[in-house]
């Protein structure tokens, strides 16, 4: 027997598409479920109701592989248990179907490739951080303020020139990012206003 699995980031959008084509490969539209939650969502609960309808000799046929999976490793293991127990895995539109060699090979090589692109973006990620830190940088945004600015900003502050508020409007900036270049160990501290006392 034919499942079909559609899902949906958000109530707004439209399934339709994808029941069309479960339609055109042979599911029946009571066998058709549809879950709207985002990827990422660990909550599926039709997906799960599918997973513990298939039995073995059932396929389960999905439009795309990223309307059934939330991540590579999840994928993996979803796949490694249809295979387990003997249910087929059709994905319409990118043409796998694990009943074949072929398509249990190109399953494979999808999975694998995920998760070498996984793998590369954090081997870049950890590079430009590794050039930051030679260059200096710790990470983060770039700071908002040249080195002239932030010196002439300490300078107003501690010659009680101008507030905080006045120096970060100077300058077009938020007041965290003046304080955040303020010499934390030589700024004069504020003292509050002296009020006049009634007699």
Same mark, same amino acid.
């Given at each position: 027997?034919?499942?079909?699995?559609?899902?949906?980031s958000?109530?707004?959008?439209? #399934?339709?598409?994808?029941?069309?084509?479960?339609?055109?490969?042979?599911?029946?539209?009571?066998?058709?479920?549809?879950?709207?939650?985002?990827?990422?969502?660990?909550? *599926?609960?039709?997906?799960?109701?599918?997973? /513990?309808?298939?039995?073995? =000799?059932?396929?389960?046929?999905?439009?795309?592989?990223? *309307?059934?999976?939330?991540?590579?490793?999840?994928?993996?293991?979803?796949?490694?248990?249809?295979?387990?127990?003997?249910?087929?895995?059709?994905?319409?539109?990118?043409?796998?179907?694990?009943?074949?060699?072929?398509?249990?090979?190109?399953?494979?090589?999808?999975?694998?490739?995920?998760?070498? /692109?996984?793998?590369?973006?954090?081997?870049?990620?950890?590079?430009g951080?590794?050039?930051?830190?030679?260059?200096?940088?710790?990470? =983060? *945004?770039?700071?908002?303020?040249?080195?002239?600015q932030?010196?002439?900003?300490?300078?107003? !502050?501690?010659?009680?020139?101008k507030?905080?508020?006045?120096?970060?409007?100077?300058?077009?900036? #938020?007041?965290?990012?003046? !304080?955040?270049?303020?010499?934390? !160990?030589?700024?004069? #501290?504020?003292? #509050?206003?002296?009020?006049?006392?009634?007699?």
């Amino acid at each position: 027997m034919n499942f079909g699995y559609c899902r949906v980031s958000t109530a707004e959008q439209n #399934p339709d598409h994808q029941i069309d084509a479960l339609l055109r490969s042979g599911v029946a539209r009571e066998n058709i479920h549809i879950d709207k939650a985002s990827g990422a969502k660990a909550s *599926r609960p039709k997906l799960d109701l599918v997973l /513990q309808l298939l039995r073995e =000799g059932d396929t389960l046929k999905v439009t795309r592989l990223d *309307r059934l999976s939330r991540s590579v490793q999840h994928l993996i293991n979803l796949g490694a248990d249809l295979r387990e127990r003997k249910i087929g895995l059709h994905v319409i539109e990118q043409g796998i179907d694990t009943d074949t060699a072929e398509g249990r090979a190109m399953f494979g090589m999808l999975s694998v490739l995920a998760e070498l /692109q996984r793998e590369l973006i954090i081997a870049n990620t950890n590079d430009g951080l590794a050039a930051a830190r030679a260059r200096g940088r710790v990470g =983060g *945004r770039r700071p908002r303020l040249t080195t002239e600015q932030a010196a002439l900003a300490q300078e107003l !502050y501690d010659a009680r020139v101008k507030t905080v508020q006045q120096i970060a409007g100077l300058f077009g900036v #938020p007041r965290s990012t003046v !304080y955040g270049h303020l010499d934390k !160990y030589t700024t004069v #501290p504020r003292q #509050p206003k002296k009020t006049a006392t009634k007699l």
